[in-house]
T-cell receptor, first 111, second 110 residues
Framework: DGGITQSPKYLFRKEGQNVTLSCEQN?????MYWYRQDPGQGLRLIYY???????QKGDIAEGYSVSREKKESFPLTVTSAQKNPTAFYLC??????????FGSGTRLTVV | EDKVVQSPLSLVVHEGDTVTLNCSYE??????LLWYKQEKKAPTFLFML????IEKKSGRLSSILDKKELFSILNITATQTGDSAVYLC??????????FGSGTRLLVRP
């Protein structure tokens, strides 16, 4: 079955550490997105990529970095510069003008 | 400003009630308006609306878009406990980015 796989489901980070969240899709979609969701809030765009080897900042990119070396993969690194990283992170992909397909998310907690 | 505003923020109803969820947006230049249902994790797609005044239906759910007044509504008739979720509205802009509202949390009591 085609879909988006995010791993891990739960992640704990100590303050000052960088962590990388994985997002893999086998839908052959060109565009991929990373969103952050805080409790009681909607989704806010962190980074997106319309094509391999290219990506753009979203509304809240500070403290995050991404890469898009393969069409299938769009990992997100939460750096120590992100001061409030505890949140639910959702990855999504899109084909043409269709709506998005979302992964199941990674819940990141700073301990 | 580039905002999507949903109302109410939360809603509690009893099974069998009909609910109407509202979504307004502040930018006139857009591509489409989408509705999602989010239970525990990933949002699941409900509707994509691009044309004004054309109702889309899926079972007990329906939605319509008013591009002149910049709003959309999502109706759920004969609600069931399984409809309990957060309903997210999002505007898709000309570059295919989704801008989300903060969601409406619906609780359907038996």
């Amino acid at each position: 079955d085609g879909g988006i796989t995010q791993s891990p489901k739960y992640l704990f980070r100590k303050e000052g550490q960088n962590v990388t969240l994985s997002c893999e899709q086998n839908l052959n979609h060109d565009a991929m997105y990373w969103y952050r969701q805080d409790p009681g809030q909607g989704l806010r765009l962190i980074y997106y990529s319309q094509i391999v080897n290219d990506f753009q900042k979203g509304d809240i990119a500070e403290g995050y970095s991404v890469s898009r070396e393969k069409k299938e993969s769009f990992p997100l690194t939460v750096t120590s510069a992100q001061k409030n990283p505890t949140a639910f992170y959702l990855c999504a992909s899109r084909w043409a003008e269709a709506g998005y397909t979302f992964g199941s998310g990674t819940r990141l907690t700073v301990v | 400003e580039d905002k999507v505003v949903q109302s109410p923020l939360s809603l509690v109803v009893h099974e069998g009630d009909t609910v109407t969820l509202n979504c307004s947006y502040e930018v006139t230049n857009f591509r489409s308006l989408l509705w999602y249902k989010q239970e525990k994790k990933a949002p699941t797609f409900l509707f994509m609306l691009t044309s004004s005044g054309i109702e889309k239906k899926s079972g007990r759910l329906s939605s319509i878009l008013d591009k002149k007044e910049l709003f959309s509504i999502l109706n759920i008739t004969a609600t069931q406990t399984g409809d309990s979720a957060v309903y997210l509205c999002a505007r898709m802009d000309s570059s295919y980015k989704l801008i989300f509202g903060s969601g409406t949390r619906l609780l359907v009591r038996p």
